[in-house]
Structures are given as C-alpha cells and as structure tokens.
C-alpha cells in the first residue's frame, strides 16, 4: 500500500479572516525558563525555544487551541520570533524544579524545527539540562530538518524526538518525517512516531492511516497515539465516520478517543499522563520484553471508554488546556 496526499494543505478547513490577523500583533519574545518558577503552569514544561507557530489559516487540521489562545490575546501566531536564552537565568529555573521532575517537555505550544537557528538552542539546551539529568521530550512536525551535528548533540543527550503522523499530512510530509525518525534512530536518538488518529469514512485517508500503521508495526517503533479533534465548522468532519462524540472539555469538537490500543507499538501516552520519572530506555519495541519503560500514568479516553461513557473527564485533558502567557522575566 502507498500513502496517498488527500488533498491539498488544509484546503478543507475552515479559512479565518485574513484582514484580522493583519492587526494583530507579533508575537512577544519571551526569556526561555523552565517549570513553574518561571510561570508556566507545570514543572514538566519549558519555554518553546519559539513564540508562536503557524497562522491561523494554516494551523494543524484547522484546529490549534494555542493559536486560538493567542489571538485572543491580540497577537498573530503566525508572526513567530525565537526566544531569548540566558544560560544562567535557565540553570536558575532548572534548580527550582522539584527534583524528582526527570523531563521536559519541548513542543507545547510551538514547534522547535522551523529553523537552523532553532534546532541549534534546542541542542544547546538538551545539552544542559543533561547535566543535571533531565531528559528533553521534543515534540515536532519537522518543519525543517537539523543539522547532523544537532541531532548527535541531541541523541548523546537522550533527548526524545515524537514526531507526529497522520493520514491528513502529505506524502512528501510524512516522508519527511518517517525518514527523520529513522535517521535519528540510526544514530541512537529515542525517536518515536507519534500518530494524530481518527476514524476516517474516506478510503484514502483510512488507507493512509493504516499505512502509517503498518509502518510502526513493521519498523518495530514505540510509538504514541494521539486522537485528533475538529471544531464541527470543519469540513474534513464530512469524511469522518458518524460515531464520533463531542468533546467534554470542548464542546464544539468532535472525537473518537483512541483508536488503536490493542496495537502494542502505541503504548506511549499525551506527555500530559507522564509521571516526573518518565524513562524511556528504548524505542525499539521488541527491547521491551527485557526493558521497561517508567513513569506512566494512565493514558487518553479510548473509543471504547467513550461509547461507554462519552463525558468521560480525565485529568490530562483539563491539564492539556491550560495555556497561559509567561511572563517575561
Ligand atoms: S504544531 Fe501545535 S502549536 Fe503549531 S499550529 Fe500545530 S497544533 Fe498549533
């Protein structure tokens, strides 16, 4: 089977006002910290080495709470800026971490691989927190891909790379970023592809999804699941099956939960339902008979867990929305 493009970027999303974004404002340059000393609402996540990410008109699946977030606040987050770093005032910041916290989440509401110079301070920090044992956990959709020496930096320093996939994604996209994991794999990276699932009625895209299915399960991959949601103004909802529920944190998103947990390749949960030991000693799955992977704490509904009780509330999809503005040390 080949993964086929379904259509054109984002095509069938819903378009918002462009004249609006035009007054909004440029994203704020923020000073880059970790944890809740420096602001941001949990212990597990750092500073994106971005402000902002992608437009509104092309934000991932027509739906990005973050940019919503941002606009709401008056600011384009299109209009992205790298953020400042001082070493020091991070190391402060990684001091007053509880100690048990073992990781930091990279990729909460950015994304770190738009450009060189990006990758390059994303390297430096794993580099750093390294020293006082904590893991980086990236996630990304590699919009462009590091340089060979980031991605030994990144691999020495154990940083893990979830890379997300899924069936609305291009080929060239999803090649991208297969090849990525791979590559980054190679060289000893914990690399894990990280699905955005949904019950699709519409044979390419079903196709695709399985696609990339079988590709986990045949490249022995750990991997996560990540259920997607659609605002009910998005056109994509018409090639989606009928069986779907509304979200209980976001009413006006329609989800299925996830889809594939008897697969065992996707036993890695949101980053919002991982303990402060998270440990991931491998991301071949068949290490996992003699190796285990620590610090897991439960995971996102699944579809069955919805048709049995679809107000089904747990704690990381109330976490997983709490998006605040730092502020700027
Ligand atoms: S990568 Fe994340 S933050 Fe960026 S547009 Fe997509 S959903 Fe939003």
């Given at each position: 089977?080949?993964?086929?493009?379904?259509?054109?970027?984002?095509k069938m999303y819903v378009h918002l006002n462009e004249n609006t974004e035009c007054a909004l404002k440029a994203m704020p340059k923020l000073k880059i910290g970790c944890g809740k000393y420096c602001g941001l609402p949990f212990d597990c996540l750092m500073t994106d080495v971005i402000s902002g990410c992608l437009s509104q008109k092309r934000v991932c699946y027509g739906n990005c709470t973050a940019a919503q977030f941002w606009k709401e606040q008056g600011y384009d987050f299109g209009k992205r800026v790298l953020n400042n770093f001082d070493k020091e005032f991070f190391i402060s910041c990684i001091k007053k971490l509880p100690p048990e916290q073992k990781w930091l989440r990279q990729g909460w509401i950015s994304d770190c691989s738009f450009t060189e110079k990006s990758?390059?301070?994303?390297?430096?920090?794993?580099?750093?927190?390294?020293?006082?044992?904590?893991?980086?956990?990236?996630?990304?959709?590699?919009?462009?891909?590091?340089?060979?020496?980031?991605?030994?930096?990144?691999?020495?320093?154990?940083?893990?790379?979830?890379?997300?996939?899924?069936?609305?994604?291009?080929?060239?996209?999803?090649?991208?970023?297969?090849?990525?994991?791979?590559?980054?794999?190679?060289?000893?990276?914990?690399?894990?592809?990280?699905?955005?699932?949904?019950?699709?009625?519409?044979?390419?895209?079903?196709d695709n999804q399985e696609f990339l299915v079988d590709y986990v399960i045949k490249n022995d991959f750990v991997a996560g699941e990540h259920p997607l949601r659609f605002d009910k103004q998005n056109k994509i909802i018409d090639e989606l099956e009928k069986d779907g529920f509304w979200h209980p944190k976001f009413p006006n998103q329609y989800w299925f939960g996830r889809i594939f947990e008897d697969i065992p390749n996707f036993i890695l949960p949101a980053p919002?339902?991982?303990?402060?030991?998270?440990?991931?000693?491998?991301?071949?799955?068949?290490?996992?008979?003699?190796?285990?992977?620590?610090?897991?704490?439960?995971?996102?509904p699944t579809f069955k867990d919805l048709q049995q009780n679809p107000q089904q509330q747990s704690r990381g999809i109330n976490k997983h929305a709490a998006y605040v503005i730092q502020k700027n040390q």
């Open positions: 089977m080949k993964f086929q493009t379904f259509n054109d970027r984002n990758w390059n301070l994303t390297a430096e920090i794993a580099s750093i927190l390294n020293d006082y044992q904590i893991r980086l956990l990236i996630i990304t959709k590699i919009h462009s891909l590091p340089s060979e020496k980031v991605m030994h930096n990144l691999s020495e320093n154990k940083a893990e790379i979830r890379v997300s996939i899924s069936a609305l994604d291009t080929e060239e996209q999803n090649q991208k970023r297969l090849n990525f994991l791979n590559d980054y794999r190679k060289i000893g990276g914990l690399a894990v592809p990280y699905l955005m699932s949904c019950k699709y009625n519409n044979k390419i895209l079903s919002t339902h991982l303990k402060e030991n998270y440990f991931l000693p491998t991301c071949f799955l068949s290490d996992l008979s003699t190796k285990s992977i620590i610090g897991l704490d439960g995971n996102l």
